[in-house]
């Protein structure tokens, strides 16, 4: 079993400016409906709102943190499968409306809503400091980097992953735009309440402060990295997935400790962001037992 976290000494970004990116990343009874006297049409969220979509992504909320509903929104064949959310905001005076399904397609701006549509408040990533002193001691953990991931589909689908596989946080760095959205926790299926978003500092200080926390750190390319299933894998683990398209930028890949890729038949170039993300979580899941 090869082990490449002692072939790359740690290194961090420097040197010339250079844009150039290596190949891409792999990549009781049913409460009577509510309505607000004064709303005569569904608001839409307000500013430190999310709106959310999919039955699973509501159940989640619902499930972890149901002070931040605001609103619902569901068609009236949901109305069994959300019992328990309804009786709660009739107990809590929180606004719900059963609609037509177009009512939903309008909100959600998708068709995709399964039956339920609901404001919330939105989470803000937590700082990384105060992520790490979260973690706990003398256990696997794995965490996810993500530079430059957008797609909001792709980040859905990573996030359910991440959740799936135990992931202990989805690290971004400091200028990162990425951020739940109502399609991107559709896709999740309830992952995206159940993985915490981190905000990181600097590239360099980021690496250091997760070295110094015991983590390595894994760059993730299509091609000319060791071979995953063969490689020895830490037991805190950074992978560092690019962007989609792009991959990541090449001073963030020299920076990491290894470079590791899915080997595969050729007959495609590479798996996407997400579908790859799921294959290497797997593998430290299954090297973590």
């Known amino acids: 079993m090869s082990n490449p976290w002692n072939n790359r000494p740690p290194r961090g970004p420097g040197g010339p400016t250079d844009r150039r990116r290596p190949p891409r990343s792999q990549d009781d009874h049913a409460p009577r409906a509510q309505s607000h006297p004064r709303e005569e049409r569904p608001a839409g969220a307000g500013r430190n709102e999310l709106r959310l979509y999919g039955l699973n992504a509501v159940h989640a909320v619902f499930a972890r943190r149901p002070e931040a509903i605001r609103k619902v929104y ?21 606004g ?10 309008r909100l959600a701006g998708s068709t995709h809503h399964e039956g339920v549509v609901a404001d919330v408040l939105k989470v803000e990533p937590v700082p990384m400091g105060d992520w790490l002193r979260t973690l706990p001691e003398g ?8 530079d430059g ?52 500092g600097q590239t360099d200080n980021a690496a250091a402060q997760l070295r110094n926390a015991g983590f390595s750190l894994a760059a993730t390319v299509v091609r000319g990295g060791d071979d995953l299933f063969a490689a ?6 950074v992978y560092v997935m690019g962007a989609e398209g792009e991959g990541m930028d090449a001073r963030l890949a020299d920076a990491c400790d290894a470079r590791l890729s899915i080997p595969g038949s050729g007959a495609v ?5 997400a579908a790859a993300t799921a294959v290497f979580l797997a593998q430290w899941a299954q090297r973590a037992r």
């Open 232 to 237: 020895q894998l830490p037991q805190r683990l």
């Open 149 to 200: 991931v957008g797609n909001p589909h792709n980040f859905g689908a990573i996030l359910r992953s991440a959740a799936h596989f135990g992931v202990a946080g989805i690290l971004l760095p400091r200028d990162s735009t990425l951020a739940i959205s109502g399609a991107a926790a559709r896709v999740a299926e309830g992952g995206a309440e159940q993985v915490p978003l981190v905000r990181m």
């Open 96 to 105: 719900y409306r059963v609609v037509e399904e177009g009512d939903l397609d």
């Open 269 to 273: 170039e590479s798996l996407n962001v």
């Open 74 to 94: 569901l068609i009236e064949s949901r109305i069994p499968a959300l019992k328990p959310l309804l009786a709660w905001c009739v107990k809590q005076r929180v």
């Open 139 to 146: 256990k696997p953990v794995a965490a996810l980097w993500l």
